[in-house]
């Protein structure tokens, strides 16, 4: 028996002699942005102004297609201004039109860095239908044209 299967095999057993059981981490997937093209589950947008008619660019949704546990939300700065703070927030959506907020922050980051925000546990009772992310600038006017890449990821 080779040493990869005796180290298994006497985990097991030790697992099985306290009484507990092995937990498979979760596997998480990808969601797919509203109005993406099917390609690539990562979106890179740029802080645009505010607009006091119509639409801004900081509301990015990603639907979700089956049920999951849970959710984590993905944020990494391509561009950064020492001086900016950049408002973040995720946003969990239902069926029945009601949303809870997941996270609100401002951050500062140095160009090329990520976090990870969650994971979120699914809400019971609550159909989720989408994730969004929203990253603005309506406070800071040094924020605009920060540019950014997002993604959301469904756990089982």
């Known amino acids: 028996m080779s040493l990869t299967r ?3 095999a006497g985990f097991a057993l030790g ?11 979760p596997t998480c997937t990808f969601l797919q942005p509203v109005g993406g093209n099917g390609s ?3 979106v890179s947008k740029s802080v645009g102004r505010g607009k ?31 001086q900016a703070q950049y408002p973040v927030e995720g ?25 990870m925000f969650g994971p979120f546990a699914s809400v019971p009772g609550k159909q989720a239908t989408q994730m969004n992310f929203k990253v603005g600038a309506s406070n800071d006017p040094a924020a605009l044209g920060f540019s950014y890449r997002i993604s959301v990821q469904g756990c089982r």
């Open 6 to 8: 005796r180290t298994a």
């Open 52 to 82: 006091l008619i119509g639409k801004t660019n900081w509301n990015t949704d990603f639907f979700i297609t089956q049920p999951y546990t849970s959710f984590k939300f993905f944020f990494t700065a391509n561009s950064s201004d020492a």
């Open 40 to 42: 690539s589950p990562i």
């Open 15 to 25: 697992v099985a002699l306290w009484g507990g059981s092995a937990v498979a981490a």
């Open 91 to 115: 946003n969990m959506k239902f069926s029945d039109g009601s949303s809870l907020q997941m996270f609100n922050t401002l951050m500062n980051p140095p160009m090329g860095t990520g976090k």
